[in-house]
């Protein structure tokens, strides 16, 4: 395994683990504040509240992905389960790519948005496995 290539990919896994955790926040924890709405373009407080039980469980989607990746990257600091850990680093990311791939398809307005959840998780997700493979 390339050591360059899999600290990079880890380290952009991190920032993805870190981005989805802002998303669990304003999802999950500010939703109905202003300035909230106003990142996802939400024009009322009263559809704020409309939106809220979807907002609240999406942000927790966005958790535990998040989480997915930090389970994974312990793993494979321990080195005693470092095969495993890729492989629950590696899915977590890809799941954050693939959830950014559906934001944009669902709406295209939503490209800047689906750039800022899967951009470090992709980067990730290729150093990563151009580590593993150039083994």
Do not use: C
């Amino acid at each position: 395994m390339s050591p360059v290539f899999l600290v990079i990919g880890s380290v952009l896994a991190a920032i993805a683990a870190l981005i989805h955790v802002y998303i669990f926040v304003l999802e999950s924890v500010s939703w109905t504040k202003e300035s909230t709405r106003r990142v996802f373009g939400v024009r009322s407080a009263e559809d704020a509240e409309l939106m809220k039980p979807l907002a609240y469980n999406q942000g927790f989607y966005n958790l535990f992905l998040a989480l997915g990746v930090v389970a994974g990257l312990i793993m494979v600091a321990s080195g005693a389960v470092a095969q495993a850990g890729y492989g629950v680093t590696l899915f977590a990311l890809l799941s954050m790519v693939l959830a950014a791939v559906v934001l944009i398809t669902s709406n295209p307005k939503l490209a800047r948005s689906a750039l800022i959840q899967g951009a470090a998780p992709l980067l990730g997700l290729a150093f990563l496995v151009l580590g593993i493979a150039t083994a």
